[in-house]
């Protein structure tokens, strides 16, 4: 449809005179400008913006400059997860547009937009491995001593580095 907000009434295709009047309200997103939306204080407009026009930007560049502006808000993190999850969704990129990607994201000054160069699904097996990991290693802290106490399993459940647990599993 056209591009921003429009007052939708359906045409012919609602015979009965009550239904005529039926109007909805749509929203068009692929032919606004993704640079106006990134400029807006709303986060949810930086998500929207993945699916919008990128103008000059390339693939990759639109993706950074979403992925930037969500990185920079600080949200609670599940918010963070929806916004970022919708743009690797709607801005997935080639092996080529990835490359350029990765290369833009490490100039990034911001370092939590140098670290969203790991695509979605990668960051979610990391995630898998990490609580599995996780529950290894209390198992055999829990066979080699007992029963652990909360701090022990907070502090182990605490390590984010999946080497460093692999290490202390070994």
Request: net charge neutral; with cysteine.
């Amino acid at each position: 449809g056209r591009p921003g907000v429009q007052r939708v009434r359906p045409d012919g295709e609602l015979s009965d005179p009550e239904l005529s009047s039926f109007q909805y309200i749509a929203f068009g997103l692929a032919g606004c400008a993704a640079a106006d939306y990134l400029k807006k204080p709303e986060p949810l407009a930086w998500a929207l913006a993945a699916v919008m026009n990128p103008g000059a930007m390339s693939r990759a560049e639109h993706k950074l400059a979403c992925l930037r502006r969500i990185a920079e808000a600080r949200l609670d993190q599940d918010r963070e997860i929806l916004s970022v999850n919708f743009v690797e969704q709607y801005l997935a990129l080639t092996p080529e547009q990835d490359e350029e990607y990765k290369l833009l994201s490490t100039r990034d000054p911001n370092r939590r937009v140098r670290d969203m160069w790991m695509t979605w699904s990668e960051r979610m097996m990391e995630q898998g491995e990490r609580a599995g990991m996780h529950k290894l290693l209390l198992h055999l802290l829990a066979q080699r001593f007992g029963p652990l106490p909360d701090a022990v399993r907070g502090q182990v459940e605490a390590i984010t580095s999946t080497q460093r647990l692999t290490s202390l599993a070994g």
